[in-house]
C-alpha cells in the first residue's frame, strides 16, 4: 500500500508564499518521478511541475519563474515552494509519484487526495 499525504496548503494574499509538501510512505522501493498538479473550479487538472529522480525539472509556463520544485530521496518527501502567488493560482494541489522497482520497472501511479491552496485578498 502506497500512500502520499501533502500539507502546506491554506489561504494567502497575493504576493504572498506557500510551500507545499508530499510525503510518500508504504512499499515503495525509489520513486522515479515527482510531481504536483493542479484543478481550478471547473477546469480541468493540470500539471505544475514535476522532478524525477535525477533531479529534471519540468515547469508549467504559467509558473516559471515563481515556483520551484525539489525532493528529498531519502526521506521520500517533495516540495514545491510557490512565491509571488497570484489568484489565478488557487486551486486544489495534487501530489503525484510514479514509482519503479529495483530493477527500474515501472510500478505504479499514486496521487495524494489534494490540499488546497487560495489566493486571495
Known amino acids: 500500500q502506497v500512500k502520499l499525504v501533502e500539507s502546506g496548503g491554506g489561504l494567502v494574499q497575493p504576493g504572498g508564499s506557500l510551500r507545499l509538501s508530499c510525503a510518500a510512505s508504504g512499499s515503495i522501493f525509489s520513486i522515479h518521478a515527482m510531481g504536483w498538479y493542479r484543478q481550478a473550479p471547473g477546469k480541468q487538472r493540470e500539471l505544475v511541475a514535476d522532478?524525477?529522480?535525477?533531479?529534471?525539472?519540468n515547469y508549467a509556463d504559467s509558473v516559471k519563474g515563481r515556483f520551484t520544485i525539489s525532493r528529498d530521496n531519502a526521506k521520500k518527501t517533495g516540495f514545491l515552494q510557490m512565491n509571488s502567488l497570484k489568484p489565478e493560482d488557487t486551486g486544489i494541489y495534487f501530489c503525484?509519484?510514479?514509482?519503479?522497482?529495483?530493477?527500474?520497472?515501472?510500478?505504479?501511479?499514486?496521487w495524494g487526495q489534494g490540499t488546497q491552496v487560495t489566493v486571495s485578498s
Open positions: 503525484h509519484a510514479r514509482l519503479q522497482n529495483a530493477l527500474g520497472y515501472y510500478t505504479g501511479d499514486y
Open positions: 522532478i524525477t529522480s535525477d533531479d529534471r525539472t
